[in-house]
């Protein structure tokens, strides 16, 4: 890690200065005659986290992101008032990305760079010449642990204003995480993935701004409902649609949420869908028409295309006839493609938990199956992340049996090249069976899935989880070989844990990558300890990973 410098012609500077001994971070302006200023730090850090300087040694500023072979970095010895800069980086084109990452590493034996101690990153931006310099709030925290989320403004903590499972959360263009609808579960032995098996179903709406993290109410949805979906526009707008309705039943009413500022901000009803759906998927294909795939969650076993101009374009059935809900629908480019597929996976009818697996062609508008069921066998209520780096899908997880007594820990590995799982792949797999969980696409191609519910030990009970499992990738330089692993929380045969637990076990939560590399984990259910039954988790959770 030695400090690198650029001689390119189009300058851009940032400026870091160290200026409490309790190790906040704030940035400074360039002074005369120093380079133009592109982008600027102000870094905080959470007053009920670890300090994140305890063990620091060296402080590293680095610039990565489209267009750069390799990053650009400065590193100096971390003290209080220490200055930091980068300068001569160039600019980025038109449609390129940059990313300031501010980093703390210990020192070895002799006074080197050592471990990767704390880190906290910009959003991705254009850093175009001639451009008005931009500011950042960075939180830095410590790697591989997780804290309350707290607002960039007060260092506030920030929980839900309402408990809840089964709820959406979609992360808009305008700079928003929307949390819609959902339930509360209290009863032991309640079926929290049916439409009865809610005590309250909400029709509220909260929002998180992205820039300062700060959650806030927002006006509540024209229908209450849960396992429905969310689909963000390009416009802030989120379409919401299905689920369960105050009657236990899947409805098809759709709805449109309006960010503060836009169509007055009150939700605005829309055309409904073809049939009635819940525990289904909604995928936007094409985002300058606004046409979202629709998939399963009907009594029949099919998929629509809609749009909020059009309504539907009518009603297909699926390839295998079958019934499906609380499958997973994932988004990714053909190679040498601009138009999406998607893959469906999973899922369950009445009767069965389905190992099959299907692919929507946006071009040819059909859907076709893949030859051949996941090799893991059927799931339900499982995750499902692209890695766009590797081509690569995992299928990770979920429930093997329709009344959530048993999981599956495999992870099947979907080739976005050849349309096909892995095969042979059977030790590539979490540590936990568990269904339920969250999923998200970290940085360095990690994925991290979290929570839900298994059992740990094995055999000892079908519960919710605090556990995390981390796909990870690492280069044995020895042998020229990229390895890809799986480090767990629950790890009995280790002195210590890899990754850490959960604050608080929790099922059916949900999980977003933020902009800044951190994994956000919203809402789910965690055990009463007292009733045995389930208690609601309010806290907004943020992971730093590796």
């Given at each position: 890690?030695?400090p690198?410098h650029?001689?390119?012609?189009t ?31 102000h ?20 610039m ?13 010895a ?17 449609g ?15 006074g080197?760079p ?19 310099p931009?500011?950042f ?7 591989n ?12 903590p ?15 263009p305008?700079?928003?995480l929307?949390?819609?609808?959902g339930?509360?579960?209290?009863v032991?032995?309640?079926e929290?993935?049916?439409?009865n ?10 929002a998180?701004?992205?820039?300062s ?14 396992w429905?979906?969310g ?14 309705g ?18 007055d ?10 049939v ?5 998927t ?16 009907d ?11 059009n ?11 079958l ?10 480019y ?8 998607v893959?469906?996976t999973?899922?369950e009818?009445?009767g069965?938990v ?6 929507y ?21 499982h995750a499902?992340?692209l ?41 590539f ?9 969250a ?5 360095n ?11 740990e ?15 990870y ?40 990558a ?22 609601m988790?309010?806290?907004l959770?943020l992971?730093?990973p590796?």
């Open positions: 890690m030695n690198m650029s001689n390119a012609r300058p851009l500077a940032a400026t870091l200065s160290a200026l409490a001994l309790v190790g906040s971070l704030a940035a400074c302006d360039s002074g005369p005659g120093t380079p133009p200023t592109g982008l600027q730090l870094v905080y850090s959470s007053p009920l986290a670890a300090n994140p300087y305890d063990g620091v040694a060296f402080i590293r500023l680095l990565d992101g489209d267009g750069l072979v390799q990053p650009y970095s400065q590193v100096v971390y003290a209080p008032g220490v200055q930091l800069s980068l300068d001569g980086v160039p600019f980025s084109k038109a390129e990305k940059r990313q300031l990452v501010i980093e703390g590493w210990s020192a070895n034996q002799v080197q050592a471990a990767l101690v704390s880190r906290g990153r910009s959003t991705a931006t254009e850093v175009l010449p001639g451009g008005v931009q500011s709030e960075v939180l830095f925290a410590r790697v642990q997780f804290q309350q989320l707290v607002s960039s403004a007060d260092l506030s920030q929980s839900l204003l309402e408990s809840r499972v089964g709820h959406s959360v979609t992360q808009t305008a700079g928003e929307v949390i819609a609808g339930g509360t579960i209290s032991a032995g309640t929290w993935w049916k439409g098996g809610f005590a309250i179903l909400r029709k509220s709406v909260e998180i701004d992205t820039a993290l700060q959650i806030g109410s927002r006006s509540p949805m024209l229908v209450p409902r849960a429905h979906t689909t963000a526009l390009g416009s802030g707008q989120v379409i919401l649609a299905g689920g369960y105050s009657g236990g039943e899947p409805i098809r009413d759709v709805e449109l949420y309006n960010p503060p500022g836009v169509l901000g009150t939700a605005k009803p829309l055309q409904p869908l073809s009635a759906r819940a525990g289904h909604a995928t936007l294909i094409d985002e300058s028409t606004r046409v979202i795939l629709f998939v399963g969650g009594s029949a076993g099919t998929w629509e295309l809609w749009d909020p101009v309504g539907s374009q009518g009603v297909h059935a699926l390839p295998d006839s019934p499906r809900r609380h499958h997973a629908a994932t988004t990714f053909p190679v040498g493609r601009t138009e999406p597929g893959l469906i999973g899922g009818s009445d069965a389905l190992s099959t697996a299907m692919l062609d946006s071009v040819a508008q059909n859907m076709v199956p893949v030859g051949q069921p996941m090799p893991s066998g059927a799931r339900t209520q499902s992340v890695v766009p780096a590797r081509n690569f899908i995992y299928v990770a997880g979920g429930y093997t049996a329709l009344n959530r007594s048993s999981a599956t820990a495999g992870i099947d590995v979907f080739d976005t090249s050849s349309y096909g799982f892995i095969q042979g792949n059977e030790g797999r979490m540590r936990t069976a568990r269904g339920g969980l999923a998200t696409l970290g940085p191609n990690t994925v991290v899935f979290a929570g839900g519910s298994g059992s030990p094995a055999g000892a009970g079908i519960r919710p989880l605090a556990s995390i499992e981390v796909v990738e690492y280069l044995d330089a020895l042998n020229g070989v990229l390895n890809i692993e799986v480090a767990s929380s629950w790890n009995p045969e280790a002195t210590a844990a890899v990754v850490p637990y959960m604050p608080t076990e929790r099922v059916g939560l949900r999980a977003v933020l902009g800044d590399g951190m994994t956000l984990l919203v809402g789910g259910a965690a055990t009463d300890g007292a009733t045995g039954g389930y208690t988790v309010q806290p959770t992971y730093n590796l």
